[in-house]
């Protein structure tokens, strides 16, 4: 792995998360290269003592000492071409997961694991991906679509009609920017957050919440054991209880029907192959009274130790290392082919 580079940080809200996978992934590429790439576009070498001795990953800002070697995306991109890297993507969120930074690794021809610039940008637009998801017949909630700055009197009329809702950032992830609207204060929250951004209302389905992670072998995608995540009462699962456990449990392999488990791997699949999703992903499914319902998918989840792709692949019995090399392997492959998004 000594051409490998694993790329993490970012300046987006995910970067903490970043941070965690990184070291998760540098645990199992001991030749690799890491490169952090800071929220002021700087890229800095770290070592990997200085990467697996930072604590508390998901709540400390990750600080590295040493010089930048580049000082922009750009002059960081021209360096891993030049020196024929393949980037490991440690990243997640704005700049990565929306596809931009695959689309520059596209342009240069530098080969990068995960999804391709088009299938990340229509992962991570959660109305698109599931306008997508529902032309392959994948069950979804309907919803309300708010363009930032706009009057939330549509979400008022929606509320009406549909109940309480869920009102989250058209494009984000790691569950930042959640909010419950069921009556007024709601609808200001509401009001506040989508002064600036996209958000997308969904009616609040009650029901039992799964994620189902996908990934793509030599044969074809497979789906992992699915995932339950439970909430104790009155707790969203925002980023505290997805990444600090507070209000939250994971269990997995879930415990459910032999026709739920089917179900539920068939939607994360066709989900995966409605966006055009490669390499891996993970899908976040409702199952409510007329059955499992798509949320959103995420093509770069969460890697670290704690995150749910990794706990998924150790009940089926994957490694995480053959996981990583088995990336690794599908983005040499991709750039061999010549393929873009």
């Not at 490991?88 to 391709?116: K, M, N, Q, Y």
């Not at 009556?183 to 969904?202: N, P, T, V």
């Not at 055009?276 to 899908?283: D, E, I, K, L, N």
């Not at 093509?299 to 704690?306: C, D, E, I, N, Y």
């Amino acid at each position: 792995m000594n051409d490998i580079t694993i790329l993490f940080g970012g300046h987006g809200a995910e970067r903490l998360v970043s941070v965690a996978s990184a070291q998760n992934l540098a645990g199992h590429a001991p030749g690799a290269e890491l490169w952090f790439w800071r929220p002021d576009d700087c890229f800095i070498p770290v070592s990997h003592a200085e990467l697996a001795a930072h604590r508390s990953a998901f709540e400390v800002e990750f600080e590295p000492v040493s010089p930048p070697l580049a000082r922009s995306v750009d002059e960081a991109l021209e360096r891993a071409r030049n020196d024929s890297r393949l980037l490991v993507l440690g990243l997640h969120g704005d700049g990565a997961e929306d596809g931009a930074l695959a689309l520059d690794c596209e342009r240069r021809r530098i080969p990068f694991t995960g999804s391709g610039s088009a299938a990340s940008a229509r992962g991570f637009d959660k109305q698109q991906s599931k306008l997508l998801v529902a032309a392959a017949g994948g069950a979804v909630a309907p919803s309300l679509l708010l363009k930032a700055g706009t009057d939330v009197a549509a979400a008022a009329g929606f509320l009406e009609t549909h109940g309480p809702l869920i009102g989250k950032p058209v494009a984000s992830g790691s569950s930042h920017g959640l909010i419950a609207v069921d009556g007024q204060s709601g609808l200001d929250r509401l009001r506040a957050a989508a002064a600036d951004c996209d958000y997308m209302l969904e009616p609040f389905v009650s029901g039992r919440e799964f994620t189902v992670g996908v990934i793509e072998t030599d044969d074809a995608p497979r789906a992992l054991p699915p995932v339950e995540i439970v909430l104790d009462a009155d707790i969203q699962f925002d980023y505290s209880a997805k990444y600090l456990g507070r209000g939250c449990r994971e269990i997995c392999p879930a415990d459910i029907p032999d026709d739920w488990n089917d179900q539920l791997q068939d939607l994360a699949l066709a989900a995966h192959a409605a966006i055009g999703a490669y390499g891996y992903s993970r899908t976040d499914v409702i199952v409510g009274p007329d059955g499992p319902v798509f949320l959103e998918i995420n093509t770069l989840p969460g890697l670290s130790k704690a995150s749910l792709i990794p706990q998924a692949l150790a009940v089926a019995g994957i490694a995480f290392p053959d996981f990583l090399s088995g990336q690794v392997e599908l983005a040499r492959r991709r750039y061999e082919r010549g393929d873009g998004g």
